[in-house]
């Protein structure tokens, strides 16, 4: 299923996008789409039911905003250098463990909302990554396929970054990952059933239409059920927790001088297969 949630910031409702592309309404069955929801079978049961047997209402798209397709997350754990690809371009040594760090939930926004530049920022990139939203709760698990088993859906992310705030200015890298709007998510979560395999998916992203990153997700050092398995041994995943897992070559900061780094009213557009598009146009804060 791709499940999505549509209206005004704040005031979205969860619906369904079905296979002809039609956009179904979802409130009627269920309040929201969220952790609770997805560790849900039974309710995740209705929903399918209903859409197979053509009982969930149309909605109009036309004028209607897409906001992210997950409510209430709870914590977004970000999987860093986590391509082989990514890490020769940036003259990274491959890490012999994954990489950890965090995006404050309030850091997410639609897949086509404005994404504001930070005050004070000179190195803005672009980072297209796979999603990964948990369904059950995941602590110690003892393999990768525990891992996968454990994943609710996928969507796709963008981890923007200020690469001077992230390594230049002290500290940890939240700095550079935590500003207003640099989190993007969505359009939709394809549950996991419609995702066979993982390591089998292209990211693409580009900037004023010219494409920046093509990778696929077969280059990940640490591939998704490893991930998760990972992360269950330092923290518990509850549903509706979040894993970025990370971005293929071809960002600002793996460019020859002068890197391209992000500027208000540049067109960011960015796709994972199967998982949808995206679009934001930068402002500044």
């Not at 979205?12 to 179904?24: I, Q, S, Y």
């Not at 849900?40 to 036309?62: F, K, N, Q, V, Y």
């Not at 640099?182 to 993982?198: I, K, M, Q, R």
Request: charged letters at 25%; hydrophobic letters at 40%.
């Amino acid at each position: 299923m791709k499940l999505l949630r549509v209206g005004t910031a704040g005031r979205e409702r969860p619906a369904l996008l079905d296979p002809d592309g039609t956009l179904r309404d979802l409130s009627g069955l269920v309040m929201d789409i969220d952790g609770t929801l997805l560790a849900d079978e039974h309710a995740l049961g209705r929903i399918r039911s209903a859409a197979e047997a053509g009982d969930l209402p149309a909605l109009d798209a036309t004028g209607l905003r897409t906001g992210p397709p997950l409510a209430r997350i709870g914590k977004i754990v970000c999987i860093g250098l986590n391509y082989h690809d990514h890490a020769r371009e940036t003259g990274a040594e491959p890490p012999s463990e994954p990489v950890i760090f965090f995006k404050a939930p309030d850091t997410v926004v639609g897949p086509d909302d404005t994404v504001l530049v930070p005050r004070g920022s000179v190195k803005t990139d672009w980072e297209v990554e796979l999603a990964v939203v948990i369904g059950r709760t995941a602590r110690y698990l003892e393999s990768a396929e525990d891992g996968l088993a454990h994943v609710a859906g996928y969507a796709v992310a963008h981890d923007v970054s200020e690469r001077e705030f992230q390594i230049e200015r002290g500290g940890t890298w939240d700095k550079g990952k935590n500003c207003e709007t640099f989190n993007p998510l969505g359009p939709w979560l394809v549950t996991a059933d419609e995702v066979p395999d993982p390591q089998n998916l292209s990211l693409r992203l580009w900037v004023n239409g010219e494409l920046k990153q093509d990778g696929t997700t077969a280059e990940q050092i640490f591939p998704v059920g490893e991930v998760v398995r990972y992360v269950s041994q330092f923290m518990t995943l509850y549903p509706g927790d979040v894993i970025n897992t990370g971005t293929p070559a071809g960002v600002a900061m793996g460019h020859p001088e002068p890197k391209p780094y992000l500027r208000a009213g540049d067109v960011v557009e960015l796709e994972v297969t199967g998982l949808g598009r995206q679009r934001q146009v930068l402002a500044q804060a």
